[in-house]
């Protein structure tokens, strides 16, 4: 029975071989494969169900049914048992359609008559294209053996799709990758940018589905797996230290390893795919199974499967990373996610990045901030839908992706970034010209900044100093542990390019999202709470003793500032403060030259040091309050967490009461005191800060600009009048009063 059942799947394969070789139109391809399916099945019925849109399938092909319903009959995703498996992605095998759960009537297909039901969906790789149904009049479910060979006949019209097999007229036969796209996303980086795309990994396309001879495919898909268990093992051996990386090879390994894996695309081959095809069907198989598992741990190792899956593919097809194609004019990377490290090897020269999954703390987005390049991630199918070379627009502003736009979303866009471009030139007028308000208050801005090729912009911005320069970023970037000498030349090269100006260096801020690969990686179940920053240099004071002697070093006599990050409480400073006098004097007993002046100041991140006792604001020589970290820690609202960050509001008037009790401790003890994060660099909630009294404020280059010009527009006696008394009348938030009150100025 299974030898007969083999044979007829792989008949059903070449009969729809040479359909795919035939030079017939979308239309009568699709005909033919209904007539064929039907007949190799036994079947009255098969019909062909696309999606026209993200909601709607259309029947576009029927065997069996009243053909003046193809391209009328349409139901929506949901409806029906046809619905039901396009939104489930689950085959139905029913004896008796009509008595079953959701079945729905048409009566323009004359369908009543048919009893059982067989539907499959059609997909790739997880995206859903569509259904293929069978029907017959006799009330019977449907075999195993039958239901596998449906399911070849769904891959095969997938790849078919993914080919351009079926383009026709009509929304559901429309070319694939060629219709405009719009993907809302997250924002992780502002601005604005448009060209090309560019896939950091190229779709690996299966252009032979369907093998004469088993036994070659056989010996093909062993060798290949042999070769990717030899380079998975390969990988292990270089991963030895990282924790993080290990766990996800031992999962590769489990993966490669697995005989049920091997198992199952041997078997696809013996019913006659290639073993390309046979892979590819294994993973949307288990693809399709995981994405219905309710255990996070399985959904995690979906990405795993995928990987392992994807190296697979490439061995057997030979499509490796490197295609041949050459980087667009003006590209726009698009990836699933990316590292540190790749991604500055791409350095400036793209224009926007596009990440499936990311976050806004992640290492991609602190490296695009530092390389002010738009990034939006959460960036769903974005990987699906694009080809190398697609036209794509990025409105990092809004976390918006225009893939393939249509002539008035282009025309919108890029007025839009005209508008931008002329402000940019308004900001470039008084780039020269200090921060100063109608009040005649003078507001300190400076730049953040984390990497060499930040520094140019300290000029261009206007920007008085470096209020915050990232020494993370070096170690992220790398495989190993930098070197002091190293160090100390990077941070005098700094220096250098500073020509003078002020630059605030914090020393390394690793744990919570920031984890070195040479690290290893914590378990904990809250890592933003947990072992980071300050509390990994002072139980590690290897490390710190090596970065603040390259910072001495590269001060080299010149004045040097040093911020230590995740502060919580008094006695943390005194300790780190201990470890730089040591440093201090043992470059001093070495007969090194020491700084010119030294200042030692400390980031107020959590809400705890805002009630340290006063001896810890007599003490530290300035602060920086770290507006990223201190909000989500005061709101008790994670910052990568979609759905709970927006909710609050740095206007809100009781974290605007909290920084104004910051300001006055400050004061009362003569502590210089400035504020560093996103909201800085928002002119709206920058004037907010500077109106409450804070004078320094530290941001992205980009920002100086717009929060320079709206500064020397405002009164900032004026704007806190309005603060007070929309706090007054009981307000939650500010910020309506505020922007009325920028509506009234002229």
């Known amino acids: 029975m299974v030898e007969r059942a083999e044979s007829e799947s792989r008949k059903l394969l070449g009969r729809l071989r040479d359909t795919m070789a035939s030079q017939a139109a979308g239309q009568e391809r699709l005909d033919q494969i209904t007539h064929l399916t039907a007949d190799s099945m036994g079947t009255e019925v098969c019909s062909i169900y696309l999606f026209r849109d993200e909601e709607t399938l259309e029947l576009c092909a029927t065997q069996g049914l009243n053909p003046e319903s193809v391209h009328q009959t349409r139901m929506k995703l949901g409806e029906g048992l046809v619905g039901r498996v396009a939104r489930t992605g689950k085959v139905i095998n029913a004896a008796d359609a009509p008595s079953s759960k959701g079945f729905r009537y048409m009566p323009e297909t004359g369908e009543e008559i048919y009893s059982s039901f067989l539907g499959v969906p059609i997909q790739r790789l997880g995206e859903k294209l569509g259904v293929l149904v069978v029907q017959s009049k006799e009330a019977r479910e449907f075999s195993a053996d039958e239901i596998y060979a449906l399911e070849v006949v769904a891959m095969v019209l997938a790849e078919m799709a993914e080919l351009g097999a079926f383009v026709g007229e009509g929304a559901a036969l429309q070319a694939r990758h060629t219709q405009p796209v719009l993907i809302r996303g997250v924002t992780a980086q502002e601005g604005t940018a448009e060209g090309h795309v560019w896939l950091h990994e190229p779709r690996v396309v299966v252009t032979n589905l369907v093998a004469d001879d088993p036994e070659k495919e056989h010996t093909r898909l062993t060798d290949a797996v042999e070769n990717l268990r030899i380079s998975v093992d390969q990988l292990l051996a270089s991963a030895s230290g990282d924790t993080e990386q290990v766990q996800v090879l031992e999962a590769y390994r489990m993966f490669a ?126 990987q699906n839908e694009a080809l190398n070379g697609d036209h794509v627009m990025v409105d990092g502003d809004q976390g918006v992706v225009h893939l393939r736009p249509d002539d008035t979303v282009v025309s919108a866009f890029r007025d839009k970034m005209a508008m931008q471009a002329k402000a940019q030139e308004r900001y470039a007028s008084i780039r020269d010209k200090p921060a100063v308000t109608l009040c005649g208050k003078t507001i300190r801005l400076d730049m953040n900044a984390g990497l060499m090729a930040d520094l140019p912009s300290l000029e261009s911005s206007g920007a008085e100093g470096v209020g915050l320069f990232r020494t993370e970023l070096q170690f992220l970037v790398r495989s190993q542990m930098p070197k002091r000498n190293e160090l100390a030349a990077l941070y005098a090269r700094v220096l250098d390019a500073a020509h003078g100006k002020r630059v605030v260096f914090r020393t390394l801020d690793i744990g919570s999202d920031k984890v070195l690969p040479y690290m290893q990686a914590q378990d904990e179940p809250n890592p933003a709470l947990g072992w980071r920053a300050i509390r990994v240099g002072l139980d590690k004071p290897g490390v710190m003793r090596m970065q603040l002697q390259a910072l001495l070093r590269a001060a080299n006599g010149r004045p040097l500032s040093i911020m230590f990050p995740f502060i919580a409480q008094y006695e943390e400073y005194t300790a780190a403060r201990a470890e730089v006098d040591k440093a201090l004097a043992r470059e001093k007993k070495l007969g090194n030259a020491v700084p010119e002046s030294l200042e030692i100041g400390a980031m107020l991140e959590t809400p705890s040091l805002a009630f340290a006792c006063k001896k810890f604001y007599e003490d530290v020589e300035f602060l920086s309050i770290g507006g990223n970290d201190l909000k989500q820690f005061f709101f008790a609202a994670d910052r990568e967490n979609e759905r709970v960050r927006r909710r609050y509001d740095t206007l809100n008037v009781s974290f605007l009461s909290f920084i104004e009790d910051i300001i006055a401790r400050c004061k009362a003890t003569d502590t210089r005191l400035s504020f560093c994060g996103e909201d800085a660099g928002r002119p709206v909630e920058a004037l907010c800060l500077a109106a409450i009294g804070l004078h320094s404020l530290s941001m992205r280059p980009a920002s100086v600009g717009p929060v320079k010009h709206l500064l020397r527009r405002c009164n900032l006696d004026d704007v806190r009048k309005v603060i007070h008394d929309a706090r007054d009348a009981g307000e939650q938030s500010v910020r309506p009063a505020v922007m009325e009150y920028l509506r009234g100025l002229s």
């Open 257 to 382: 390893n697995s005989k049920g894996w091997l198992r199952r695309m041997e078997e696809n081959i013996d019913r006659g795919l290639s073993a390309e095809a046979a892979v590819e069907k294994e993973q949307s198989d288990v693809r399709a199974r995981m994405l219905q598992a309710t255990d996070s741990y399985l959904r995690e190792r979906l990405q795993d499967l995928d990987d392992l899956s994807n190296r697979l593919l490439r061995i057997l097809t030979g499509q490796g990373h490197q295609t041949g194609a050459e980087l667009p004019e003006n590209p726009i990377l698009v990836a699933r996610n990316i590292g540190p490290g790749e991604l500055l090897e791409y350095g400036r020269q793209l224009r926007g990045i596009i990440l499936e999954e990311g976050s806004v703390g992640s290492h991609a987005a602190i490296v695009a901030r530092a390389l002010a390049i738009p990034l939006v991630i959460n960036a769903k199918r974005i």
